[in-house]
Structure formats: C-alpha cells, structure tokens
C-alpha cells in the first residue's frame, strides 16, 4: 500500500487539501458541501483556537483576536500578536496546515505524513523556506514545494497530451501572479513569471469598503464616518460586507450593501444601506486589471515570447471570477481564457496530482461538468461600426462550469418604450442572427412614462441537466418574465429546421451615432423599430415564392434607403413593408 502524499494550495484567503485516489484527484471536504479553509486563525475569548470558518465568523466581532492574510507576511523577520501571545507567521502558517491535515487524517481514515505544499512563483527563498518550516511545525514533511502555476497547468492538463504554451494568470485573494509555463507530457516548465505578492481580491474589497465610507460619509457627515473608521468592529463588518458584494457582483449586474447598527455615534445608530453597480465597481478596480495586463506583457518579455506565441490562458484564484478579467484578457490578448476548472480550488488539485506522481499513482483526466455551448441574448450596440440591434450578449460562456447562473442588466432603447423582445441565443459569433435561436418571450406592460435608459436585468440559468431558465424584470418596477428550455430538444428542433446553416440577409447601413447627430427620440425608435422589421422580413425571405421575394427585396431596400432620411419617410416605408408582411404571413 503506497503512503498517502496529500497536496495542499496554501492560500492568502483560502486554503485547500487534495488527494490522489484511485486515479482521481479529489479535494477534501472541510464540511458537509465545503471544500475551502478561510485561511484565518484565532483565539476565542475562552482561549480555544479557532482555525478557518470559526476564525472568519468571530472576525468581525473580535479582530483584535483574528489573524488574516498571513501568507503576506511569510519569510519576514517579523511577528504577529494572537491574544496576549506573539508569532511568527510561519507558526500562524502551521496552524492553518494543522488542521487541513486533521481534515485529511479523518476523510482518509490513516495519518497523514507528507504534502507537496504551493507557493507563488516569485516567492523568494526566504519564503519558501518558511513555507517548508511552517509544514515541519504541522507535523508535515514537505516533500516538494512547487510553483502554483505549475500546480494549476498540472490540473488544466492532466491526461493531456501534446506541446503548447500556456499563460497561467493568477489572481487570488492576496496575490497576483502570471506565469507562461511550457506544456509537454509530463512535464510544466515555467518559463518566466511576474507578480505583485500585495496585489489580490482583498483590494478589491477594500475599494468597496472605501466606497461604502463614502457614502456614510455623504449620508452623515465626515464625524460619523471617523468614527466608523476607528471602530474596528465596524470596518471587520465592512469588510465582511464587501467581500459578498464582490463575489454577488461576479454573478449579477447590482449588489447591496447593508449593515444594521454598525454603530452608535452621539447616542444615534449608525446604517448602511447602499446598492453598488457592477460597472462602478468595475471602474474602481480597472487600475488593479490593467497592472495585472502589465505585468503579463513583462513575463511574456522574459520568456521572449508574444502573444501570438501563447496557445492558451488559465485562470487561477477566485477573484478571476470577476467579469472584467476574462474580459480584459481576451481584448489585449485577442483569445477567451479557459476557466473550466474551479478557480479557487485547481491548485490544489494540481499540488496532489504532483504528489500522486511522487507516490507512483496512475492519474487519469480530470473531469468537469461544463457547458459545450455559449448562450446569450441580443441587444442594440454597434456591430463593425454600425448601430445594430442584434448584436450577440453572451451570458453564459463555453466551457463555464455548471450549474451556473449569471446576470446582466441592459436598458430600454427609447422614452415610453412598452414592450421587449427577448431572443435567447446559442453560439459564437457577435451578430445574434448568426447564432441558434432557441427560444424567444417578450416582456410588455413596462411603464408608459419610462425615459429611455430604464434597467431591465436579465438571468441565464443553466443546471446539470441541460436546462436553461432566463428571467428577465424590470428592476424599477419588478415586472418579470421567463421562459425554461430544454437544451437538447431545442438544439434538435433547431438542426431539424437547418436555422444553423449560414443566413443570407440584407443589411441595414447605419452613419454615425444618432445620438451624436442630435436625432429625436421618435426618429431613434422608428430606426429600431426598422431593423427589427428589416430582420423580420429577411426571414421570411428564406420561404417566399419568387413573386413574393421580389416584393420583399423592394420593401427592405425602400426601409433601408430611408434610414438616412426624415422620420416621415422612414415611417411611411415602414407602413408599407409592415402591411406586406401582414398579407404574406397571413
């Protein structure tokens, strides 16, 4: 019987156990549905240690009592207080490895002697030898300490085969670091890497938090929001606030941020209620992305490299949840990142396939559930230069892990706008039209005195077994709707009727931005409203007799001529091609 070596991802916020078993890698639950260790340690107020999950929940009664994000301060000469006692972040370090290794010992029913523990790539020697001391100090003999984005490019190709070249970005809790890394076989080489080890999902959250002080501070004036800054009970609840509005908004275009009673000033309570948009949030952090982006062009110089040269991108660690990474990367890079894999937990997996192959198991492939298809709705935006109401949203992307369920909030297109279609779309090109459709609803009844711009969020949720729920609401109002379909049969009825054969339509030319132009609100409508009746009539083209296509041609010309011309005319096209659709379908 070979002697178990378990892998362990040592993180900045969160730490994981995993294990080789039966050729299979599997990370070790911490509790019942939970695989990941809060890397916090502390002491509760009878003296008993707390480690993970107890020592995140007192946090923000007792920070004083709580160490965090203790991995910044690994190989410094320094220590930490825990109570009334000092230590050394390789002891705070062993603490966190102590337990995972409890954990293991009782999942795997034997003791546990060995790990292969993880590190960033730019740790210094100093700090991998703290890392090594802090196994020691557990009771662990570190047999390997490896890079973690050999770790992760381990678990992204386990069982796979072939040369290529990978760009492992990974942005975790407290630290940022980008390896390009050589794939072949067995072997992960890095080859040059970058990173800032104080650069993480924490500032993320910190920039919440100082937003959320903002806002007390314009609710209540600059005295309350000093007391609030020295209440250390009051900025852990912040915190902890900001930390969940940050992993909502990797999922859902709004977040709230409320906290009750934060505290009293003057004999008055102090609360926070807030909503938080994605798109500010997203600007608050664009510097920290665009830092990460420099620091990936720096590992592809020291690897002399470009990115042309690049044949794929891994993202590692739980802040590339947030939308504006994958995206960021995928318009300087010109490729969509993989993210198949858990985020938070693939280095781990990587660490004990590395340990597994140190123990002589047999590794197989590891596996995922994921979603083969992108699905996404349509929208007016500019498609090669031109307004266009059928560009391609997606939603959710290929390859994204599921269950899953994911949001974005879009915006009436003119004042008094009643009705929306909402076409659900399977497929990759940015024009919808070129896509699947596989299903379509429409919301109407929306206020009559609705300006234009009014939020409408809309909801792709995707389960196990292939079926889809879209919901689209008002977010004003909460009128909803919905539809539920059934991928599998939609995707047969699809191919049945050959709606995935390449479309021959007339397009509309759209100019400048009207809203540039000074257009009116009416003439803005009329020109949606004609594209859609445009693409309504270019479908029906597909079908039409001889006789009837050239009446239909004629119709979508004369639309499409008076596009540039006054709403009368646009409008009096319009009525007409309207009134031959009318007969032809009837």
């Known amino acids: 019987m070979r002697e178990i070596i378990v892998g362990i991802d040592l993180g900045t916020t969160n730490s994981e156990v995993a294990v080789v078993r039966d050729g299979r890698v599997e990370v070790i639950a911490i509790s019942e549905g939970e695989r990941i260790l809060p890397s916090m340690v502390g002491l509760a107020d009878d003296g008993a240690l707390l480690v993970g999950e107890a020592a995140r929940n007192q946090y923000v009664l007792r920070p004083e009592r709580t160490v965090r994000s203790i991995k910044r301060r690994m190989g410094e000469a320094t220590h930490v207080a825990l109570g009334d006692k000092n230590y050394s972040p390789q002891e705070i370090s062993a603490l966190i490895l102590r337990r995972l290794k409890q954990i293991a010992e009782g999942h795997l029913g034997q003791p546990v002697n060995k790990a292969v523990i993880t590190v960033p790539a730019y740790f210094s020697d100093a700090q991998r030898q ?4 802090a196994g020691e100090i557990a009771g662990l003999e570190v047999v390997r300490i490896i890079n973690e984005p050999t770790a992760a490019a381990l678990a992204y190709e386990s069982g796979h085969q072939g040369a290529r070249k990978a760009l492992v970005y990974d942005l975790g809790g407290g630290t940022f670091d980008v390896s390009v890394v050589n794939l072949e076989g067995d072997v992960v080489e890095v080859l040059a890497s970058h990173g800032n080890n104080h650069l993480g999902g924490d500032d993320f959250d910190q920039r919440i938090v100082d937003f959320a002080l903002d806002h007390i501070e314009a609710q209540n004036g600059i005295e309350v929001v000093q007391a609030v800054r020295h209440s250390a009970i009051a900025m852990a609840r912040l915190q902890r606030a900001a930390e969940a509005a940050k992993i909502a908004l990797s999922d859902r275009p709004y977040a709230m941020l409320a906290e ?6 003057q004999g008055e309570p102090v609360h926070l209620a807030v909503e938080l948009a994605r798109a500010d949030y997203e600007a608050m952090i664009a510097p920290y992305i665009a830092e990460t982006l420099d620091a990936t062009h720096i590992a592809l110089a020291g690897a002399h490299l470009t990115v042309s040269d690049i044949d794929e ?4 660690g739980g802040a590339t949840r947030t939308p504006l990474v994958a995206r960021r990367l995928e318009e300087t890079l010109g490729m969509a990142p993989r993210g198949e894999l858990n985020p938070d937990l693939c280095v781990a997996m990587g660490a004990a396939i590395q340990a597994g192959v140190i123990s002589g198991e047999q590794i197989a492939s590891v596996l995922v559930d994921v979603t083969p298809y992108t699905f996404g709705t ?9 307004e266009y109401p059928y560009c391609f949203v997606p939603l959710i992307r290929k390859n994204t892990p599921i269950p899953v369920t994911k949001s974005e909030v879009f915006y009436t297109a003119y004042d008094g706008q009643a009705r929306i279609d909402v076409g659900v779309f399977q497929g990759e090109d940015r024009d919808a039209l070129n896509n699947i459709e596989i299903g379509m609803f429409t919301i109407d009844g929306l206020r009559a005195d609705a300006p234009s711009g009014s939020r409408i969020v809309t909801s792709f949720s995707l389960d196990l077994d292939g079926i889809l729920h879209v919901t689209t609401r008002e977010k004003e109002t909460g009128l ?14 699809l191919e049945t009727d050959q709606l995935d054969a390449a479309r021959e339509r007339v397009r509309a030319l759209f100019g400048e931005d009207s809203e540039g132009e000074g257009d009116s609100t009416d003439l803005r409508r009329h020109r949606v409203e004609a594209l859609a009746l445009v693409e309504k009539a270019e479908r029906l083209l597909q079908t039409a007799s001889a006789e009837d296509g050239e009446d239909l041609v004629n119709g979508i010309e004369a639309v499409r001529d008076a596009l540039d011309q006054n709403d009368e005319m646009l409008k009096m096209t319009m009525g007409s091609l309207a009134d031959l659709l009318y007969y032809l379908e009837a």
Do not use: K, M, P
């Open 130 to 133: 703290a890392t090594r001391e």
């Open 260 to 265: 009750e009673y934060l505290l009293q000033h």
């Open 313 to 316: 991108i891994l993202l590692v």
């Open 378 to 386: 349509a929208a007016i935006s500019f498609l090669d230069g031109e």
């Open 480 to 493: 909803e709707r919905s539809i539920t379909i059934t991928i599998a049969n939609a995707l047969a009825r």
